[in-house]
């Protein structure tokens, strides 16, 4: 037999799914991978049910159905303050993950090099291994997540082709400043890079934090590319409808890799989710609420427990440091698998994170209800004794 493709040889199964077949395995609280166990809004439920019988059941057209790019169009142009042209600048996709993918494809070469700061979502090392390309790893330094920017320069030195940058940032929670956004887009000016945004998380910010979007810095709009989807803010993973914003000529070759790969998204499932995106503005304050209310619990209890974490800007994830609680010469993802047997709660070995060698750190979330939040900090209580 012929050999097969070489491309995926090298990136193994996700970590995060993996763990999450291990909690169903050991019937453990899925604090690993990213979603929520409380329902959607209803009225997008309710939408859902009431087109059942209606449609539409058939093929989407491509590009997404033109009332949901419009509303997309509406509501991304307010909070990114400009007028955004739902023929020529939107493409519905299959969730953020699609969109990233085609983005990626659609802006480079192979052998072209791509600047990603680590820690990193895992789906990106692989989309851009995929598309042939070359991660240019620039760290985000815990606690804080700061980048050196002389280190950034130099990645930007090696001819890179696009920074792929997730803000608000998964898994640190990092949230980048104005000034930090301001420093980058000056870097891909001066350089002549892409940058590719994956901005799901845009409305889970705490406190002080403020998203900024890139495409709204001046000079970016020509160069940035906004990935993002309906999954997070509006509680529906499973729906798997995300969107890239972009100039009309660069969003012209993302379509064509959107429309051979996927030839569109769920169409009912567009219709049903428009409810969302019409939401007015104070489901976006309500939404940013209930999460501040789930992170204050989680994050209260574990300070209780004594158990080290970060301080999330925004996201729903927490870093733990499990170094107080690793057996001499366990790896990560040895403790992750026998916390999700012993403990009851699984989460997410963050060497699946991190270019650098750290051990200590694993990723939790916390986008659950309440009671399940507080049973998982029940059976953290006595982690220490469990993980023994
Ligand atoms: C940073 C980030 N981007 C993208 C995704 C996937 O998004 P989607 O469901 O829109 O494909 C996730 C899911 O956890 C994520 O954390």
Redo the contacts with the bound molecule.
Sequence with gaps: MQEMSRRNKLFTESV?RRMTRIAIANNAINLA???PDFDPPKAITDRLAEIAPLGPHQYPITMGAPNFRQAVARKCGRFMGRTIDPETEIVVT???????VDTIFALTNPGDKVILFSPY?E?YHAQIIMADCEPVYVPLVPPAFGFDANVLEDAFRQGVKAILI?NP??PSGKVFTREELELIASLCVKYDAYAIM?E??EHIVYDDNKHIYMNSLPGMWERTVS??????TYSI?GW???YAIAPKEIMERIKQYHDFNTVGAPAPLMEAACVGLNMPESYYEEFGAHYAHMKKLFTDGLRNLGIPFTDPQG?YFTLIDIGPYLKKGQTDVEFCEEMAVKVGVACVPGTSFFMEDVQNIVRVHFAKKDETLTEALNRLADLKTKMA
């Design positions: 995060i991978q990213g979603f299959i969730g953020s993950t699609e969109a990233m979502f789906n997730c940032s998964n994956d799901v998380y990935c993002s989807s309906l999954s997070k993973t798997r409808l995300g996201t």
